[in-house]
């Protein structure tokens, strides 16, 4: 019996994805509403300042002594945030205990709590009169209104970028490799950096990144734990606020377009990071 070759003719061109059209317009509309048009009045407040005056905003000795301490402070963060947080993801993912799952859901706490809360709730904790700060307080060290206090803040509210990153990612993670390198014999130390890092690692630095870029702009979690002392704990954004109080809405911008070129460098170069190892890994 010959078999019958039945040629199927597609005649109208059906879309993978119905109503194609009208979906990438309302996409490309809100994308141009909430996050286009935005940057774009950034840019246009900014252009009433002469390059003169464009500099004198950004580059006084208070400015960047705020720069200083939000780009510090949030760098050790997220180095403090990709240690933990990894380790965090990991308990998660490999270990069964009771509350694991009020665990999980309380990862992303930071997320849903109001910043004002959190700040206050913080400085509270950590304050010379708090649960926390007065037994440093005993031991001569001081948490709250210091770089410390700041370093926590961010912490806590960078934490959630970091285990949701690499969480998926240990989630699928093959453990025959890890079953293959022990026949190998690997000993634990080496499973873990040279077979789940490689693995983990894209996922990890983006992260990072993301706690490192939500640290570098964060404010209301900040604000009541830094104290604003001048060139000592006076974070970016606390400055952009003051100079909207005293209506200085051009310097205002300057030193918010600042960040955000900032944070555009910081995720283009983790994103090139991320390429590469990604490559490394495949090879």
Request: hydrophobic residues 55%.
């Given at each position: 019996?010959?078999?019958?070759?039945?040629?199927?003719?597609?005649?109208?061109?059906?879309?993978?994805?119905?109503?194609?059209?009208?979906?990438?317009?309302?996409?490309?509309?809100?994308?141009?509403?909430?996050?286009?048009?935005?940057?774009?009045?950034?840019?246009?407040?900014?252009?009433?300042l002469s390059?003169?005056?464009?500099?004198?905003?950004?580059?006084?000795?208070?400015?960047?002594?705020?720069?200083?301490?939000?780009?510090?402070?949030?760098?050790?963060?997220?180095?403090?945030?990709?240690?933990?947080?990894?380790?965090?993801?990991?308990?998660?993912?490999?270990?069964?205990?009771?509350?694991?799952?009020?665990?999980?859901?309380?990862?992303?706490?930071?997320f849903a709590?109001?910043?004002?809360?959190?700040?206050?709730?913080?400085?509270?904790?950590?304050?010379?009169?708090?649960?926390?700060?007065?037994?440093?307080?005993?031991?001569?060290?001081?948490?709250?209104?210091?770089?410390?206090?700041?370093?926590?803040?961010?912490?806590?509210?960078?934490?959630?970028?970091?285990?949701?990153?690499?969480?998926?990612?240990?989630?699928?993670?093959?453990?025959?490799?890890?079953?293959?390198?022990?026949?190998?014999?690997?000993?634990?130390?080496?499973?873990?950096?040279?077979?789940?890092?490689?693995?983990?690692?894209?996922?990890?630095?983006?992260?990072?990144?993301?706690?490192?870029?939500?640290?570098?702009?964060?404010?209301?979690?900040?604000?009541?734990?830094?104290?604003?002392?001048?060139?000592?704990?006076?974070?970016?954004?606390?400055?952009?606020?003051?100079?909207?109080?005293?209506?200085?809405?051009?310097?205002?911008?300057?030193?918010?377009?600042?960040?955000?070129?900032?944070?555009?460098?910081?995720?283009?170069?983790?994103?090139?990071?991320?390429?590469?190892?990604?490559?490394?890994?495949?090879?």
């Amino acid at each position: 019996m010959e078999q019958q070759i039945v040629k199927v003719v597609n005649k109208r061109a059906v879309k993978v994805i119905p109503g194609f059209g009208i979906s990438l317009g309302v996409t490309l509309t809100l994308l141009g509403t909430l996050v286009l048009i935005p940057l774009a009045s950034l840019f246009m407040s900014v252009s009433k300042l002469s390059f003169q005056e464009f500099l004198a905003a950004i580059t006084s000795r208070q400015i960047l002594s705020g720069y200083l301490v939000s780009l510090s402070s949030a760098f050790i963060a997220a180095v403090i945030n990709a240690v933990f947080g990894m380790i965090l993801a990991w308990v998660l993912v490999r270990y069964e205990f009771p509350g694991k799952r009020l665990m999980d859901g309380m990862v992303e706490l930071p997320f849903a709590l109001p910043t004002a809360v959190a700040g206050i709730s913080l400085t509270f904790l950590y304050s010379d009169r708090g649960w926390v700060g007065s037994l440093f307080n005993k031991a001569g060290i001081k948490i709250a209104y210091t770089r410390i206090g700041i370093v926590i803040a961010m912490i806590f509210v960078g934490i959630p970028f970091v285990v949701r990153a690499v969480q998926p990612v240990l989630e699928k993670l093959d453990r025959q490799y890890e079953e293959a390198a022990e026949m190998l014999g690997a000993g634990k130390i080496c499973i873990f950096f040279r077979v789940i890092i490689p693995e983990v690692f894209p996922a990890l630095l983006a992260g990072f990144g993301l706690a490192f870029a939500r640290g570098i702009g964060e404010y209301g979690s900040v604000v009541f734990i830094a104290g604003n002392i001048p060139y000592k704990t006076q974070i970016a954004p606390v400055l952009i606020m003051s100079k909207l109080e005293q209506y200085k809405y051009a310097d205002a911008t300057a030193i918010a377009l600042v960040l955000l070129i900032l944070s555009f460098v910081l995720m283009f170069v983790i994103n090139a990071l991320q390429i590469h190892m990604q490559k490394f890994v495949k090879e």
